[in-house]
C-alpha cells in the first residue's frame, strides 16, 4: 500500500531482485537491458488485470466450451515515450502482439526540466475513446512533467482517464504527486516509488539516466 489513489507499486521478490541490479552502476547496459525486460512482465501483469473479456466458442479436442478472450470491441494502445519507454515496447507487443503502437517523442530540456515534445504518431481523433485503452511506457517518472503532457495528448481526444495506464520503473514522490493530484484517474504502474529528486531532477536513489544505461551512451 500507499499513500496515493491510483498508484500500484509492485511488491514481488522477482521485481525487488531485478531493481538492485539495474540500481548498481556497474550493471552492463546489456545486463541493465535484460533485468528491465524481466521487471516488464510483472508490470504488464498488473497494468492489464482488468482488460475486458467476451465469451467465445472454442472446440478443444475432447469438445465445445466456451471461453474467454479479449473483447473485439476494445483498441489497446501502447505509447512508448520516446527514447527510453522503447524498453518496455518489444515486451508489450509480445504480449499484446494486436496492439497498436504509437510513440512519443519528448526529450527533457535540462535547465528547465520541461519536456520538448519532437514527434507525435498519436491520430488526430480517436473514432472510438470510450473504448480506447492506453498504456504510456516511461522508465523514469520523476517530476512528472513528461507524463502530464503523455496524459494530456490522450485526454485531449477523449480518452476516460480511468483506460489511462502510466507504466514506469520507478517514480519519484514528486512526479507522483503532481500526476495524481491532476489527473485522479489514470492508473499509474511503477516498480518502486523512491525517495526524492535531486536538484537536477534526477531519482534519488533511482538508477541515473535510464536512456543512457539502455542504450550504452553514459559518458564517464
Ligand atoms: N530520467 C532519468 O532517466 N533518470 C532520472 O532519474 C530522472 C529522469
Keep these: 500500500m500507499n499513500k496515493y489513489k491510483n498508484v500500484y507499486e509492485i511488491n514481488h521478490p522477482l521485481c525487488s531482485h531485478n531493481l538492485s541490479i539495474i540500481r548498481d552502476k556497474s550493471t552492463t547496459a546489456e545486463v541493465f537491458r535484460n533485468a528491465?525486460?524481466?521487471?516488464?512482465?510483472?508490470?504488464?501483469?498488473?497494468?492489464?488485470?482488468?482488460?475486458?473479456?467476451?465469451?467465445?466458442?472454442?472446440?478443444?479436442?475432447l469438445e465445445n466450451c466456451t471461453c474467454k478472450r479479449l473483447s473485439s470491441?476494445?483498441?489497446?494502445?501502447?505509447?512508448?515515450?520516446?527514447?527510453?519507454?522503447?524498453?518496455?515496447?518489444?515486451?508489450?507487443?509480445?504480449?499484446?502482439?494486436?496492439?497498436?503502437?504509437?510513440?512519443?517523442?519528448?526529450?527533457?530540456?535540462?535547465?528547465?526540466?520541461?519536456?520538448?515534445?519532437?514527434?507525435?504518431?498519436?491520430?488526430?481523433?480517436?473514432?472510438?475513446?470510450?473504448?480506447?485503452?492506453?498504456?504510456?511506457?516511461?522508465?523514469?517518472?520523476?517530476?512528472?512533467?513528461?507524463?502530464?503532457?503523455?496524459?494530456?495528448?490522450?485526454?485531449?481526444?477523449?480518452?476516460?482517464?480511468?483506460?489511462?495506464?502510466?507504466?514506469?520503473?520507478?517514480?519519484?514522490p514528486e512526479g507522483l504527486e503532481k500526476v495524481t493530484s491532476t489527473y485522479k484517474d489514470v492508473k499509474i504502474i511503477t516498480a518502486s516509488i523512491d525517495n526524492c529528486l535531486n536538484q537536477n531532477g534526477y531519482i534519488r536513489p533511482g538508477l541515473g539516466d535510464a536512456g543512457d544505461r539502455i542504450f550504452n551512451t553514459v559518458e564517464n
Design 36 to 61: 528491465i525486460k524481466r521487471i516488464t512482465y510483472l508490470l504488464f501483469y498488473k497494468a492489464t488485470e482488468d482488460l475486458e473479456l467476451e465469451d467465445c466458442n472454442i472446440t478443444t479436442p
Design 73 to 172: 470491441k476494445k483498441e489497446i494502445i501502447i505509447a512508448p515515450i520516446l527514447r527510453a519507454g522503447l524498453i518496455f515496447s518489444d515486451i508489450a507487443n509480445e504480449i499484446m502482439p494486436y496492439a497498436t503502437v504509437r510513440h512519443i517523442g519528448m526529450y527533457r530540456d535540462e535547465e528547465t526540466l520541461t519536456p520538448v515534445w519532437y514527434y507525435n504518431k498519436i491520430p488526430i481523433e480517436f473514432e472510438n475513446p470510450e473504448d480506447t485503452t492506453v498504456l504510456i511506457l516511461d522508465p523514469m517518472l520523476a517530476t512528472g512533467n513528461s507524463a502530464l503532457e503523455a496524459i494530456k495528448l490522450f485526454v485531449n481526444k477523449k480518452v476516460p482517464q480511468k483506460n489511462i495506464r502510466f507504466i514506469s520503473l520507478i517514480s519519484a
